[in-house]
């Protein structure tokens, strides 16, 4: 993968990578002419994206990007100048590895995704069309990595042409369109039918066509030729039938992949950004060896900020995710919220939240119940306020149902902000139960999941929490080391790199 200075034209020796992704942030300059101006993203798809993409070219790799054109929100990242010479900035160099798919589809969205599935059913299909009929003859690549369903056609017709295809999942969710519908909006389907996945077995493709719908997220599993998850022990989970959520069908397909030997699970890591030492969101900079004092001068002045009770001793939990009512455990956290803060009253232990979800409210009533303010804050998502919140706590809470792969408790690790988590998916991959004597792990891990589980959680903490300070900065000082090490884009980068090495060294059969 790497460039060694000879013929790059040599494509056996530096093959030709095309990333396709509805997500990105910021790419290298030298790969074209809007790389500084990207930014789209919903979730850590668009990071992990960006740094994949960063790296492989960085180390020489023939990479190129495929994403929607999104003018409306890559035009907000122009200058007001160079906005009104859009044209200029948008016209296409021999060099550029940025190709943009154009349709008014996803001209005028001023987010990645809609809130209704049949503009998002309709974006995707935009965004495959122009890769499939322009973008990879233009490119002409010798592997595609896809990412999730919206990218879900085309590892069907990448086999259909012998090309090797990965295919990235992030979040478990597809839509389903018959092949008349995929058809009517500019892809030839027909060619590479065969190779889509179906809610039942086709016979042929007449009958299927107008009445047998197709499943974007299981066919790109089905089709392509090597499959990911983005934690190893969420790919076993799938395939152990651990999760309801996840369709028989689409365990299945999981399944034969893993038979076949064509399936893992990487790691995504937090941006590069997240770094105590060079964060200007916090109000006192530090790194592992000054993390003591710090730390108290962040939290000091998030509970000046959020008129909590001003204690440099308090054990302070942040919630970093949203508070919805089905992944992240809120309803853990509101059934044990007043006991445990009325438990560890005399100890002041407080609860900050910052995000948003059907639970925020239902978590302020809590704190105007039982009068909490001092102890308890509930805000709404701001991304320099969880920042702060980051190096100002000393816990991070994160009792998921289910977790993918999950960041905040990687960038708490990094931030001294010891994780509390429900043993499950990538929390499963990145926390290991603390053992002080043995200084080993980095966080509070439980494993049945319930109010019961998170309260015996947080009374490990507890423990941890009253030790004396030097144990305390020892262990924090040493999880902080070992996350900055072990959770960056250049670890997942390589093991991607890893695989599409070993995709392009077997044979592959169409």
């Not at 022990?233 to 309801?244: K, N, S």
């Not at 992944?327 to 006991?339: E, F, M, R, T, W």
């Amino acid at each position: 993968m790497q460039n060694t200075g000879k013929n790059m034209s040599d494509r056996s020796k530096n093959p030709r990578i095309l990333i396709v992704t509805p997500e990105v942030t910021y790419l290298p300059e030298g790969m074209g002419n809007l790389a500084n101006n990207l930014y789209a993203k919903a979730g850590g798809l668009a990071d992990v994206s960006a740094a994949l993409i960063s790296a492989l070219f960085e180390n020489g790799a023939d990479v190129h990007v495929a994403i929607p054109d999104y003018r409306s929100i890559y035009d907000g990242k122009l200058p007001p100048l160079l906005r009104q010479q859009r044209s200029i900035i948008r016209k296409k160099m021999p060099e550029d590895r940025i190709h943009l798919a154009e349709d008014r589809a996803f001209f005028y969205l001023h987010n990645v995704y809609s809130s209704y599935e049949w503009e998002n059913s309709k974006i995707s299909l935009a965004f495959q069309r122009e890769v499939i009929n322009n973008i990879v003859p233009r490119v002409q690549p010798d592997l595609i990595h896809c990412n999730d369903w919206m990218t879900g056609l085309v590892p069907a017709m990448s086999r259909a042409m012998g090309i090797p295809c990965l295919f990235t999942i992030h979040n478990i969710f597809s839509v389903k369109k018959n092949l008349a519908e995929i058809e009517d909006r500019g892809i030839d389907a027909a060619t590479f039918w065969n190779f889509l996945f179906y809610e039942r077995m086709p016979h042929n493709y007449e009958e299927t066509r107008d009445n047998n719908k197709v499943d974007f997220l299981s066919s790109g599993v089905f089709a392509s030729h090597f499959v990911n998850t983005v934690s190893p022990t969420f790919l076993l989970e799938v395939v152990d039938g651990h999760h309801r959520f996840v369709a028989d069908n689409l365990k299945n397909e999981f399944a034969n992949k893993c038979q076949a030997g064509c399936a893992t699970g990487i790691l995504n890591a937090p941006d590069p950004s997240y770094r105590p030492e060079t964060d200007d969101a916090l109000f006192c900079q530090y790194d592992s060896k000054t993390q003591y004092k710090g730390k108290k001068a962040n939290k000091k002045h998030l509970q000046m900020m959020l008129g909590l009770t001003e204690d440099e001793n308090a054990p302070l939990f942040f919630w970093p995710s949203r508070l919805d009512t089905v992944q992240k455990g809120a309803q853990l956290l509101a059934d044990i919220l007043y006991s445990t803060v009325s438990k560890y009253w005399k100890d002041n232990l407080q609860i900050v939240f910052v995000a948003n979800g059907e639970f925020e409210n239902h978590f302020k009533q809590i704190v105007w119940q039982f009068n909490l303010h001092n102890h308890v804050s509930v805000c709404g998502f701001d991304e320099k306020l969880s920042r702060l919140a980051y190096g100002a706590s000393d816990y991070i809470l994160m009792p998921s149902a289910f977790e993918p792969c999950g960041l905040p408790q990687m960038i708490g690790a990094i931030y001294g902000s010891i994780p509390v988590v429900h043993d499950v998916g990538g929390l499963h991959d990145t926390v290991e139960h603390l053992n002080v004597k043995k200084h080993t792990g980095n966080g509070f891990a439980f494993k049945t999941y319930d109010a019961n589980g998170l309260s015996w959680a947080i009374d490990q903490v507890m423990e941890f929490h009253k030790l004396s300070e030097s144990q305390k900065n020892m262990e924090i000082s040493r999880i902080m080391a070992e996350s900055q090490k072990r959770f960056n884009h250049s670890v997942t980068a390589r093991e991607y790199i890893k695989l599409y090495e070993k995709m392009l060294e077997r044979p592959f059969v169409s």
